[in-house]
C-alpha cells in the first residue's frame, strides 16, 4: 500500500515544493490535495499513494467478481420453486414432438402435414378435457394469400400464397370483443431442426394454453394462440393473420415469442410502439424477469441482420407488444446443432412461467379493453442481474437525467470557484485533463485496430470465434496498456513527475465530465438509453461525496479504495451485464455477416470501447500509484504471447466439438443456368455448384480440405444480368460478393419451373404491360432489372407501387403452401426513349431462380460426395437451385 520515503507538499498546482525526508519504507505519502481550500494554508497531512500491486490486484479482483456475478445470474434461470401452473415437462415433450420430424420449410410434409397435425391433435386435447369449464376454444386454420414489401435486407417485396396458420381463440364462454394475441411459428429453415426457433415456444404456447384453458377463473379477455407456420420466410403468415383474418381486428396488443440463439433466459428486447402499459404489466407479472431498454434502441437501429413478426403487427396491424427472444449461443442458431437436447428444462420453465403471468395479467387487466388512454410515451427498463426490472416513464427519466446532470456540474462548479483555483485555474487543468482522457482513447483504438489489421493481413481473422477470450487477451491488454501508458507518460512527463492525490482527484473529475456530457446529449436525443450514463455518472458521484473526508484525510487508503470500488458496484455490474449481451450477440453474429465485413475490426473496436468505459473511473488509480511498470510489463507480455499464438495459428476459429460446436457456415446450391436472347432462344446454359461463405474467412479454410474449391473458380459479376446471374435465395449479394462456382452436371428436378410470359400489350398512357404465369418449388425468387432508360411504373405486388430499388433491381421473393395455383403476376414498363447500345438488348431482363429445400430434389449425387468431404467444423447448408433469364 505504501512504499515510497518522499513527502511531498503543494503550495499550488503549478508549483511544487519537494522536500526529502527519511521515512520508515512503509508507507507512500504526499502532501494535501491543491484544491482542497486557500493554498496560502498547508495542512501538514500525509496522504497515501496506492502501491502498484494492490491497485491492480483491487481493480482486478474487483472486475473478476462482477462479471463472475453476470454469470452467476446467467445461469440461474428459475429463481424459487416453480408453482405448478406451468408444467415444463408437458412443454419438453410437445418440443421433442414437433422437431422429431426434422427440418421444417414452408410447403414440405413436415411442415404443412406432420407439424400441423401434431398441433391440431394437442389442441383437441385441450379442448375436450376444458370442454366443462368456463372456458372455450376455437379453432381456425387459415392459409392466406398476400403481398408486402419490407426495407429488411436493403428491401425487396414478399409474396405468399397458402401459407399455414393455425388460430386459436381462447375465451369464456359468452364470448369476448379485446383480444390478446401470443405468437410463435413452427417452421424452419432448411436444413436446422429449429428447436430454439422456434420450437420451444410453441410447445410452450401449447402448454399455457392448456394452463388458461384449465383456469377456474373466467378471463375478462380473450386470447389469440397463432401458431405461424411462415416467419423464415420473411414473416409472411403473421402478415397473413394480421391482414386478413377477421379475429386480427380484435386484437389489442400482442407477446411474440422469438429466438435468436438457442436456450438461455429469454429477453424482452423492444416493446411498444409507446403503450408503457405493457412494460409495467411485464414487471409487475414476469417471475423471472429479464428485459432491457438498451437492447430495444439497439436492435430497432437496424445494426443487427434480423427482423421478427413483431415488426409486421406493428406496422401492419397497428397494434403494440412485446418481443421475447432466446440469445444465447447463437453460434448454432439455424444450424443442424439446433436440438431439443441443448435447451434445459429450466430454459423452458423460465419462459412458461414468464409468458403464463404475462397473459394471465393482460387478460385480467382493463387496460387491454381501452389502452387509448395509456397509449403514449414510453418506458426506461432494465432489470438487475434477473432479480428485479426497475421501469419508470422516460419523461420521468428525463427528469432524473438532468437532475443528475445538474448536481454533477455544481458539484464541478464548487471545485471551479475555491478560493485555491482563482481565475479559471481548475477549468483550465480540467480542459487540459479532458484533452489527455480523450486523446488517450483515440490513440488506444487507433493502435488496438492497427493490431486488427496485421492479425487480418496474416489470415488469422475470427480467432476468437472459438476462443472468445483470446480477444480479450490480445484487443483488450492491447488497449488497456495503450491507455496506461499514454496517462503514465502525462504523469510523468506533462505533469512533472507528481504522483499526488490532487492528479487522482483531477481525473475521477474528467470521467465525471465525460459521462455527463454523454448523459446529456442521449437525453437530448430522446434515447431511453440515458439511463446507462446516469447510472455511471449519480453513483461515482454518490460515492465521491460520502468519501471526501477519507480521501482529504489520508488519500487513496486501502480503506478508500475498497469503499470506492463498493460504490461503483451497482453501475458496473449493470454495465458489465449489457456487456456480456452485446458480446453475447455480435460474435456469433460475424459468422453470418458475409464476406465484406471485417470482423476484427469490429471485435476489437468492440474490445476497446469496452475497455474505455469500464476503464472510466479506473483512470485516476494511474495516479494514485507509485508505479505502473509491472502492470505495463504484465499486460505487454500477455499481448505478445497472445499475438504470437495467433500469428502461429494455433487459435483455430472453428470448432465441430458436439458439446461446444462452433461451426462455419457455407451455402451449397447445386444449380443449372439458362439465359435467354431477346429473341426467347437459349444463349447459353451451364451448371455448377455454387458455393457461398457467409463470413469473413472465405473458402480459406475449406480448400486444403477439398482442393478444387478455390479462388481460380471464384465468380464475377455480370453486370448485365439481375443479381449477378445467380440464384439468390434473397437479395443478401451485398454482404456476400465473394462467391465460387464448381462446374457439375446438370440439375433436374421432378418438377421443374415453369415460366411463361402470358400477354404483352402497350397502355394508353404508353407503358408495356407484361403479364407472367410461374409454377414451381414451393420457394422461387424473382428479380427484375430494367435496362438504362426504362422504369417500372406499377405491379401487381403489395400496394402496386414498385418499391426498394437495389441498384436498379427489384427482388420478389415467393413461397407457396400445399395445393397453391400457378402464379401469375403483371408489372408496367416505361420503355426508354432511346436504347442504350452498350447495354444489354431489349427494355428488362427478367429472372427466376427455383429452390429446392426438401424431398428428393434437395439433393444430387454431385452435392452428397462433396458434402462428405467438409470437415466436420463446417455447416453446408445445401440445396439444388435453377436460373432462367429472359430478355424482353
Same mark, same amino acid.
Given at each position: 500500500?505504501?512504499?515510497?520515503?518522499?513527502?511531498?507538499?503543494?503550495?499550488?498546482?503549478?508549483?511544487?515544493?519537494?522536500?526529502?525526508?527519511?521515512?520508515?519504507?512503509?508507507?507512500?505519502?504526499?502532501?494535501?490535495?491543491?484544491?482542497?481550500?486557500?493554498?496560502?494554508?498547508?495542512?501538514?497531512?500525509?496522504?497515501?499513494?496506492?502501491?502498484?500491486?494492490?491497485?491492480?490486484?483491487?481493480?482486478?479482483?474487483?472486475?473478476?467478481?462482477?462479471?463472475?456475478?453476470?454469470?452467476?445470474?446467467?445461469?440461474?434461470?428459475?429463481?424459487?420453486?416453480?408453482?405448478?401452473?406451468?408444467?415444463?415437462?408437458?412443454?419438453?415433450?410437445?418440443?421433442?414432438?414437433?422437431?422429431?420430424?426434422?427440418?421444417?420449410?414452408?410447403?414440405?410434409?413436415?411442415?404443412?402435414?406432420?407439424?400441423?397435425?401434431?398441433?391440431?391433435?394437442?389442441?383437441?386435447?385441450?379442448?375436450?378435457?376444458?370442454?366443462?369449464?368456463?372456458?372455450?376454444?376455437?379453432?381456425?386454420?387459415?392459409?392466406?394469400?398476400?403481398?408486402?414489401?419490407?426495407?429488411?435486407?436493403?428491401?425487396?417485396?414478399?409474396?405468399?400464397?397458402?401459407?399455414?396458420?393455425?388460430?386459436?381463440?381462447?375465451?369464456?364462454?359468452?364470448?369476448?370483443?379485446?383480444?390478446?394475441?401470443?405468437?410463435?411459428?413452427?417452421?424452419?429453415?432448411?436444413?436446422?431442426?429449429?428447436?430454439?426457433?422456434?420450437?420451444?415456444?410453441?410447445?410452450?404456447?401449447?402448454?399455457?394454453?392448456?394452463?388458461?384453458?384449465?383456469?377456474?377463473?373466467?378471463?375478462?379477455?380473450?386470447?389469440?394462440?397463432?401458431?405461424?407456420?411462415?416467419?423464415?420466410?420473411?414473416?409472411?403468415?403473421?402478415?397473413?393473420?394480421?391482414?386478413?383474418?377477421?379475429?386480427?381486428?380484435?386484437?389489442?396488443?400482442?407477446?411474440?415469442?422469438?429466438?435468436?440463439?438457442?436456450?438461455?433466459?429469454?429477453?424482452?428486447?423492444?416493446?411498444?410502439?409507446?403503450?408503457?402499459?405493457?412494460?409495467?404489466?411485464?414487471?409487475?407479472?414476469?417471475?423471472?424477469?429479464?428485459?432491457?431498454?438498451?437492447?430495444?434502441?439497439?436492435?430497432?437501429?437496424?445494426?443487427?441482420?434480423?427482423?421478427?413478426?413483431?415488426?409486421?403487427?406493428?406496422?401492419?396491424?397497428?397494434?403494440?407488444?412485446?418481443?421475447?427472444?432466446?440469445?444465447?449461443?447463437?453460434?448454432?442458431?439455424?444450424?443442424?446443432?439446433?436440438?431439443?437436447?441443448?435447451?434445459?428444462?429450466?430454459?423452458?420453465?423460465?419462459?412458461?412461467?414468464?409468458?403464463?403471468?404475462?397473459?394471465?395479467?393482460?387478460?385480467?387487466?382493463?387496460?387491454?379493453?381501452?389502452?387509448?388512454?395509456?397509449?403514449?410515451?414510453?418506458?426506461?427498463?432494465?432489470?438487475?442481474?434477473?432479480?428485479?426490472?426497475?421501469?419508470?416513464?422516460?419523461?420521468?427519466?428525463?427528469?432524473?437525467?438532468?437532475?443528475?446532470?445538474?448536481?454533477?456540474?455544481?458539484?464541478?462548479?464548487?471545485?471551479?470557484?475555491?478560493?485555491?483555483?482563482?481565475?479559471?485555474?481548475?477549468?483550465?487543468?480540467?480542459?487540459?485533463?479532458?484533452?489527455?482522457?480523450?486523446?488517450?482513447?483515440?490513440?488506444?483504438?487507433?493502435?488496438?485496430?492497427?493490431?486488427?489489421?496485421?492479425?487480418?493481413?496474416?489470415?488469422?481473422?475470427?480467432?476468437?470465434?472459438?476462443?472468445?477470450?483470446?480477444?480479450?487477451?490480445?484487443?483488450?491488454?492491447?488497449?488497456?496498456?495503450?491507455?496506461?501508458?499514454?496517462?503514465?507518460?502525462?504523469?510523468?512527463?506533462?505533469?512533472?513527475?507528481?504522483? *499526488?492525490?490532487? /492528479? @487522482?482527484?483531477?481525473?475521477?473529475?474528467?470521467? %465525471? !465530465?465525460?459521462? +455527463?456530457?454523454? #448523459?446529456?446529449?442521449?437525453?437530448?436525443?430522446?434515447?431511453?438509453?440515458?439511463?446507462?450514463?446516469?447510472?455511471?455518472?449519480?453513483?461515482?458521484?454518490?460515492?465521491?461525496?460520502?468519501?471526501?473526508?477519507?480521501?482529504?484525510?489520508?488519500?487513496?487508503?486501502?480503506?478508500?479504495?475498497?469503499?470506492?470500488?463498493?460504490?461503483?458496484?451497482?453501475?458496473?455490474?449493470?454495465?458489465?451485464?449489457?456487456?456480456?449481451?452485446?458480446?453475447?450477440?455480435?460474435?456469433?453474429?460475424?459468422?453470418?455477416?458475409?464476406?465484406?465485413?471485417?470482423?476484427?475490426?469490429?471485435?476489437?473496436?468492440?474490445?476497446?470501447?469496452?475497455?474505455?468505459?469500464?476503464?472510466?473511473?479506473?483512470?485516476?488509480?494511474?495516479?494514485?500509484?507509485?508505479?505502473?511498470?509491472?502492470? *505495463?510489463?504484465? /499486460? @505487454?507480455?500477455?499481448?505478445?504471447?497472445?499475438? %504470437? !499464438?495467433?500469428? +502461429?495459428?494455433? #487459435?483455430?476459429?472453428?470448432?465441430?466439438?458436439?458439446?461446444?460446436?462452433?461451426?462455419?457456415?457455407?451455402?451449397?446450391?447445386?444449380?443449372?443456368?439458362?439465359?435467354?436472347?431477346?429473341?426467347?432462344?437459349?444463349?447459353?446454359?451451364?451448371?455448377?455448384?455454387?458455393?457461398?461463405?457467409?463470413?469473413?474467412?472465405?473458402?480459406?479454410?475449406?480448400?486444403?480440405?477439398?482442393?478444387?474449391?478455390?479462388?481460380?473458380?471464384?465468380?464475377?459479376?455480370?453486370?448485365?444480368?439481375?443479381?449477378?446471374?445467380?440464384?439468390?435465395?434473397?437479395?443478401?449479394?451485398?454482404?456476400?460478393?465473394?462467391?465460387?462456382?464448381?462446374?457439375?452436371?446438370?440439375?433436374?428436378?421432378?418438377?421443374?419451373?415453369?415460366?411463361?410470359?402470358?400477354?404483352?400489350?402497350?397502355?394508353?398512357?404508353?407503358?408495356?404491360?407484361?403479364?407472367?404465369?410461374?409454377?414451381?418449388?414451393?420457394?422461387?425468387?424473382?428479380?427484375?432489372?430494367?435496362?438504362?432508360?426504362?422504369?417500372?411504373?406499377?405491379?401487381?405486388?403489395?400496394?402496386?407501387?414498385?418499391?426498394?430499388?437495389?441498384?436498379?433491381?427489384?427482388?420478389?421473393?415467393?413461397?407457396?403452401?400445399?395445393?397453391?395455383?400457378?402464379?401469375?403476376?403483371?408489372?408496367?414498363?416505361?420503355?426508354?426513349?432511346?436504347?442504350?447500345?452498350?447495354?444489354?438488348?431489349?427494355?428488362?431482363?427478367?429472372?427466376?431462380?427455383?429452390?429446392?429445400?426438401?424431398?428428393?430434389?434437395?439433393?444430387?449425387?454431385?452435392?452428397?460426395?462433396?458434402?462428405?468431404?467438409?470437415?466436420?467444423?463446417?455447416?453446408?447448408?445445401?440445396?439444388?437451385?435453377?436460373?432462367?433469364?429472359?430478355?424482353?
Amino acid at each position: 500500500m505504501e512504499s515510497d520515503t518522499t513527502i511531498r507538499r503543494i503550495k499550488s498546482f503549478g508549483t511544487q515544493n519537494y522536500v526529502a525526508q527519511d521515512n520508515d519504507g512503509s508507507r507512500d505519502l504526499c502532501g494535501n490535495n491543491g484544491y482542497s481550500g486557500d493554498p496560502k494554508k498547508k495542512p501538514e497531512v500525509n496522504l497515501y499513494l496506492l502501491r502498484e500491486g494492490l491497485a491492480a490486484s483491487l481493480v482486478s479482483v474487483f472486475i473478476l467478481v462482477l462479471w463472475g456475478l453476470v454469470h452467476l445470474s446467467l445461469q440461474q434461470l428459475v429463481i424459487g420453486k416453480p408453482t405448478g401452473d406451468f408444467n415444463a415437462v408437458r412443454a419438453r415433450r410437445h418440443l421433442e414432438q414437433i422437431t422429431s420430424v426434422g427440418p421444417r420449410p414452408v410447403g414440405s410434409q413436415e411442415n404443412e402435414v406432420l407439424t400441423v397435425g401434431y398441433l391440431l391433435e394437442q389442441i383437441e386435447k385441450i379442448r375436450v378435457e376444458t370442454a366443462a369449464g368456463p372456458h372455450q376454444l376455437t379453432v381456425d386454420v387459415q392459409r392466406p394469400t398476400g403481398s408486402f414489401s419490407i426495407d429488411f435486407l436493403g428491401g425487396f417485396t414478399s409474396f405468399y400464397d397458402h401459407v399455414t396458420n393455425i388460430v386459436v381463440r381462447l375465451e369464456t364462454k359468452g364470448g369476448a370483443n379485446h383480444l390478446m394475441l401470443a405468437n410463435c411459428h413452427f417452421d424452419t429453415v432448411a436444413n436446422s431442426p429449429g428447436a430454439s426457433d422456434d420450437a420451444v415456444s410453441c410447445a410452450v404456447m401449447l402448454e399455457v394454453l392448456h394452463s388458461l384453458a384449465n383456469q377456474s377463473t373466467p378471463l375478462h379477455h380473450g386470447v389469440i394462440f397463432l401458431f405461424n407456420g411462415a416467419e423464415e420466410n420473411i414473416l409472411q403468415a403473421s402478415h397473413g393473420f394480421i391482414t386478413q383474418h377477421p379475429w386480427a381486428k380484435q386484437v389489442r396488443a400482442f407477446i411474440n415469442l422469438e429466438a435468436a440463439g438457442v436456450g438461455g433466459k429469454e429477453v424482452v428486447f423492444q416493446t411498444g410502439p409507446e403503450n408503457p402499459w405493457l412494460v409495467q404489466a411485464y414487471v409487475h407479472a414476469a417471475k423471472h424477469p429479464f428485459a432491457s431498454v438498451v437492447g430495444q434502441e439497439v436492435f430497432q437501429s437496424g445494426i443487427i441482420p434480423s427482423d421478427t413478426d413483431f415488426r409486421i403487427y406493428r406496422d401492419f396491424g397497428n397494434i403494440p407488444g412485446i418481443d421475447l427472444a432466446f440469445i444465447e449461443n447463437g453460434f448454432i442458431y439455424h444450424t443442424k446443432y439446433d436440438t431439443a437436447d441443448r435447451i434445459l428444462t429450466d430454459s423452458i420453465q423460465r419462459a412458461g412461467d414468464n409468458i403464463l403471468a404475462v397473459l394471465k395479467y393482460l387478460v385480467m387487466s382493463e387496460k387491454l379493453a381501452d389502452s387509448s388512454e395509456y397509449r403514449h410515451g414510453n418506458m426506461v427498463f432494465f432489470d438487475l442481474l434477473g432479480v428485479v426490472v426497475v421501469a419508470y416513464p422516460a419523461r420521468v427519466g428525463t427528469i432524473l437525467n438532468y437532475m443528475v446532470a445538474t448536481a454533477t456540474f455544481l458539484y464541478l462548479a464548487k471545485k471551479a470557484s475555491l478560493p485555491g483555483n482563482g481565475g479559471g485555474r481548475y477549468i483550465r487543468d480540467l480542459a487540459c485533463a479532458t484533452g489527455v482522457a480523450v486523446l488517450s482513447w483515440l490513440i488506444t483504438l487507433l493502435s488496438v485496430l492497427i493490431v486488427a489489421l496485421l492479425v487480418t493481413l496474416l489470415g488469422r481473422s475470427m480467432f476468437w470465434y472459438n476462443h472468445f477470450y483470446a480477444s480479450i487477451c490480445l484487443y483488450g491488454a492491447a488497449a488497456t496498456g495503450k491507455m496506461i501508458l499514454i496517462h503514465t507518460l502525462a504523469k510523468n512527463l506533462y505533469y512533472g513527475g507528481v504522483r *499526488l492525490v490532487e /492528479l @487522482g482527484d483531477l481525473y475521477f473529475d474528467v470521467s %465525471l !465530465l465525460l459521462w +455527463c456530457c454523454s #448523459l446529456v446529449w442521449l437525453t437530448q436525443q430522446g434515447l431511453c438509453s440515458a439511463y446507462v450514463p446516469m447510472l455511471m455518472v449519480a453513483f461515482p458521484l454518490a460515492t465521491r461525496l460520502l468519501l471526501a473526508k477519507e480521501f482529504k484525510h489520508r488519500g487513496a487508503s486501502v480503506k478508500y479504495s475498497v469503499l470506492y470500488l463498493l460504490g461503483l458496484a451497482l453501475p458496473y455490474v449493470h454495465f458489465m451485464f449489457l456487456i456480456w449481451v452485446v458480446f453475447e450477440i455480435f460474435t456469433p453474429i460475424m459468422g453470418r455477416s458475409g464476406t465484406e465485413i471485417p470482423p476484427e475490426v469490429v471485435l476489437a473496436s468492440l474490445v476497446t470501447l469496452t475497455t474505455i468505459f469500464l476503464s472510466s473511473f479506473f483512470l485516476h488509480f494511474i495516479y494514485l500509484v507509485r508505479s505502473t511498470k509491472w502492470i *505495463l510489463a504484465g /499486460l @505487454g507480455s500477455v499481448f505478445i504471447i497472445m499475438f %504470437l !499464438l495467433v500469428s +502461429c495459428g494455433f #487459435l483455430f476459429p472453428y470448432s465441430g466439438s458436439p458439446d461446444s460446436p462452433r461451426p462455419k457456415r457455407v451455402f451449397l446450391q447445386h444449380t443449372t443456368r439458362t439465359f435467354h436472347n431477346l429473341q426467347g432462344q437459349v444463349e447459353s446454359r451451364d451448371s455448377g455448384l455454387w458455393i457461398n461463405s457467409f463470413d469473413f474467412t472465405a473458402i480459406q479454410h475449406i480448400t486444403p480440405d477439398i482442393p478444387e474449391i478455390n479462388d481460380s473458380v471464384r465468380t464475377h459479376c455480370r453486370e448485365d444480368r439481375p443479381f449477378c446471374g445467380y440464384p439468390w435465395f434473397l437479395p443478401v449479394k451485398f454482404l456476400s460478393k465473394k462467391n465460387w462456382y464448381l462446374p457439375a452436371p446438370e440439375v433436374s428436378p421432378s418438377s421443374p419451373v415453369e415460366f411463361s410470359l402470358l400477354s404483352k400489350e402497350e397502355t394508353s398512357w404508353g407503358t408495356i404491360k407484361m403479364t407472367f404465369s410461374a409454377k414451381g418449388p414451393s420457394h422461387m425468387s424473382l428479380y427484375l432489372m430494367p435496362h438504362r432508360g426504362a422504369s417500372l411504373s406499377t405491379w401487381s405486388f403489395g400496394d402496386g407501387t414498385p418499391q426498394f430499388d437495389l441498384s436498379g433491381e427489384y427482388f420478389v421473393f415467393y413461397s407457396h403452401g400445399l395445393d397453391a395455383p400457378t402464379w401469375t403476376f403483371w408489372f408496367e414498363i416505361q420503355p426508354p426513349r432511346d436504347l442504350d447500345p452498350s447495354g444489354p438488348e431489349g427494355m428488362i431482363s427478367v429472372a427466376i431462380s427455383s429452390h429446392y429445400f426438401f424431398g428428393e430434389d434437395q439433393r444430387t449425387a454431385q452435392l452428397e460426395e462433396i458434402l462428405h468431404r467438409f470437415p466436420t467444423w463446417v455447416f453446408p447448408s445445401s440445396w439444388v437451385s435453377t436460373y432462367d433469364m429472359y430478355r424482353y
